[in-house]
């Protein structure tokens, strides 16, 4: 019984810190992916649509 | 029915079903199911939560810990918040999800039922890696996600969630050919099935990188307070799972527990930098690991007593594939060649010229398809171009030959909707006699009657050219050649001179006495010049009976379009030696540079040449010029 909850305990413990990482990563993707990544949200190219055949 | 024999039988089925068709997901279109607007993903998902109901109805025991009981239940709640105000716009996916994740998480905990299912994903992946490398060699467009509804680029959610569903799959290959759980043969086909998915996760992200459009990165920081506690509720689920896996790990260093936090690690990194879209196939594998990672007893598998279910399956997926290859159902909205459901949403959006675009692109595949045209009428309608969009509207009614086209062509209720808006438009313009677009509308739907009473109704010939005396057919040619069928020519052409005279006039025509240089016998002269954004059309008639069409193609098409009445382009004859000329000037196009000339020989032929591409907007009016004798 005192082995279950101390699994659990642990399991929260990992829990919350992968919680907070994922958030710490997700602030930098924000800002990284701003700068980086971030394009033109137009589909269509000025120029004549090309496609495969 | 027996509980104990038959629901978790089915259940574990089904999951091992969903686990095999989950990689598809991106292919989701050859899977639609006509009559029930679903995939076979979202049917056999919805088979897996009908049958968890009525296990939780029928023992009342949700078999979930507690630990990730109750945030599932606060997750589903606040979906549904969120849902009633407005700030979540597909709460039943999200739904599915969460109860798919539950589902899952109960039925999963069969002996081995996880490492089978997670087999079945990895050998289902390889075979979508082999269709996706298939599709990038041969540029096949039903089978390559990134050309999706005519557009050429890559939608970043589409790719984001394609390039997640690979490395998921990879990983899982890996797992299962170097972690030595696997026998021999199963070893040799994960490598394999492994190579194909890395192959065609770099290839799928090599061609989408320079053509995906639409990219945001994920705005988790600037939620508001409801949306944050949706997305914290789901990420602490996650989070938990992903730290019994580790609790796991830590107590027997199985590798599958490896595999689980290698696949919980990839899409926590994936999804902070990727802006994909909740998937069923996220519920179902999180269900999966979080089966694999709660102690407790487990149950013997049923699911291996079923082969004749299996043949059955794999029959539907093979037939429902063909089915949807060989024919677009309108409601199969994620199915490339649907541009119905696409125009349907550009449509109402004014988004014309993505419309005008992706019509491009299906008729140069599919160049006899006449719905289309339909929708370009509409659109050419909706800018205010109605002559432009009657030329549609008739492209649209012509008769389609035996050749397979893709939907139908505008059907009788949508034709009328279409004639009587064309006919307000015409009517609501400053000046309605010089549109001819209604009639020609009726012309096309072979209303030619109604269509020569009301321009016989129009035109009334003033008393100065009544007294002059000509030949008709030439002019009545033209309007024939305008009102597209050059069988009303003879109809036309048994009105008063004076009367077809005016009908030009009233189009626009410029009338003007023929130059003394020009051949007396030519005498009465027309020449007619229609330019659209992917045709120019030239019609030129003499009074000695010479006649000469022309269409050329214009190789840019320019949706662009000038006013309904706009000006600068004229035809007009020039220099008058051996050889009489007619020149086609676009003034607003090429700096009023002889676009197309006519040219008439001393026998009386004529002959149009191209002089110049006409490029740039297109005006919605013809040219026309007439010489008087």
């Not at chain 2, 595999?259 to 990839?266: I, K, P, R, V, Y």
């Not at chain 2, 008739?394 to 139908?408: E, I, K, Q």
Request: charged fraction near 20%; aromatic fraction near 10%; glycine fraction near 8%.
């Amino acid at each position: 019984m005192r082995d279950a909850i101390e699994k659990l305990r642990l399991e929260r413990r990992l829990a919350i810190l992968l919680l907070l990482a994922w958030l710490a990563l997700a602030a930098v993707a924000r800002v990284v992916g701003f700068a980086v990544i971030s394009r033109d949200a137009e589909p269509f190219p000025a120029a004549r649509v090309e496609v495969a055949e | 029915m027996n509980w104990r024999r038959s629901v978790p039988g089915d259940a574990e089925f089904l999951l091992v079903a969903l686990a095999a068709l989950w990689p598809w997901e991106a292919y989701g279109f050859l899977l639609f199911i006509p009559g029930l607007h679903v995939t076979l993903i979202g049917f056999a998902a919805f088979g897996v939560i009908a049958l968890w109901a009525y296990a939780l109805v029928a023992r009342w025991r949700l078999q979930l810990p507690f630990e990730l009981a109750w945030p599932t239940l606060a997750l589903l709640a606040l979906i549904w918040a969120a849902a009633a105000l407005g700030k979540l716009h597909s709460p039943f996916l999200a739904t599915g999800c969460v109860l798919l994740f539950v589902a899952a998480a109960r039925f999963g905990r069969a002996e081995g039922l996880v490492e089978r299912a997670l087999w079945t994903s990895c050998l289902s992946g390889g075979a979508v890696a082999g269709a996706t490398l298939w599709a990038l060699i041969s540029g096949m467009l039903p089978v390559a996600p990134w050309v999706r509804l005519g557009v050429p680029g890559v939608d970043a959610r589409e790719l984001a969630g394609s390039g997640l569903g690979f490395v998921l799959c990879l990983a899982m290959a890996i797992h299962f050919a170097f972690s030595g759980v696997a026998s021999r043969t199963k070893r040799v086909a994960a490598a394999i099935s492994g190579a194909l998915i890395l192959a065609a996760l770099v290839g799928v992200v090599a061609n989408g990188l320079g053509r995906s459009f639409g990219y945001i990165p994920p705005r988790y920081f600037s939620l508001d307070g409801l949306s944050l506690a949706t997305l914290l509720s789901a990420l602490w689920i996650f989070a938990r799972v992903a730290a019994k896996a580790e609790v796991q790990r830590r107590e027997s260093p199985r590798p599958i527990y490896v595999l689980f936090l290698a696949m919980a690690g990839l899409a926590a990194f994936g999804l902070a930098w990727l802006p994909a879209a909740p998937r069923l196939s996220h519920g179902l594998l999180m269900g999966l690991v979080c089966a694999g990672v709660v102690p407790g007893k487990r149950r013997a598998a049923e699911v291996s007593r079923r082969p004749g279910a299996e043949i059955a399956a794999v029959g539907l997926v093979a037939g429902l594939s063909i089915l949807n290859l060989a024919h677009v159902f309108p409601a199969n909205e994620r199915h490339p060649w649907n541009y119905e459901s696409a125009a349907r949403r550009d449509f109402p959006a004014a988004r014309y010229r993505a419309l005008e675009q992706r019509m491009d692109v299906f008729e140069r595949r599919w160049p006899n398809e006449t719905r289309t045209h339909y929708w370009r009428a509409k659109a050419a309608l909706a800018r205010g171009l109605p002559h432009r969009a009657a030329r549609e509207f008739a492209r649209a009614l012509r008769s389609g030959d035996d050749n397979r086209t893709l939907f139908p062509s505008p059907s009788d209720p949508e034709t009328n909707d279409f004639v009587t808006r064309l006919r307000d438009c015409c009517s609501a313009a400053p000046e309605p006699k010089r549109l001819f677009a209604f009639e020609r509308a009726l012309v096309a739907r072979g209303n030619t009657d109604s269509a020569l009473a009301v321009l016989e109704h129009q035109t009334t010939a003033d008393a100065a050219s009544s007294r002059t005396r000509f030949d008709a057919t030439p002019l009545a040619d033209a309007a024939a050649f305008l009102l597209g069928d050059m069988a009303l020519s003879e109809r036309l052409a048994a009105w008063p001179a004076p009367k077809v005279l005016a009908l030009l006039e009233n189009w626009g025509a410029t009338v003007t006495p023929a130059p003394q240089s020009f051949p007396a016998e030519a005498a009465p002269f027309v020449v007619v010049a229609q330019l659209l954004p992917d045709q120019v059309e030239l019609f030129a008639g003499a009074a000695n009976g010479s006649r000469s069409t022309q269409t050329w193609e214009r190789p840019e098409r320019d949706y662009g379009a000038t006013a309904w009445n706009g000006g600068g382009w004229t035809l007009a004859p020039a220099e008058y030696g051996e050889t009489p000329r007619i020149e086609l000037r676009i003034a607003a196009d090429t700096d009023g540079r002889c676009v197309a000339e006519l040219r008439i020989a001393p026998d009386g032929a004529l002959d149009f040449r191209r002089v110049a591409t006409p490029i740039g907007p297109t005006p919605d009016t013809p040219a026309i010029l007439v010489l008087l004798p």
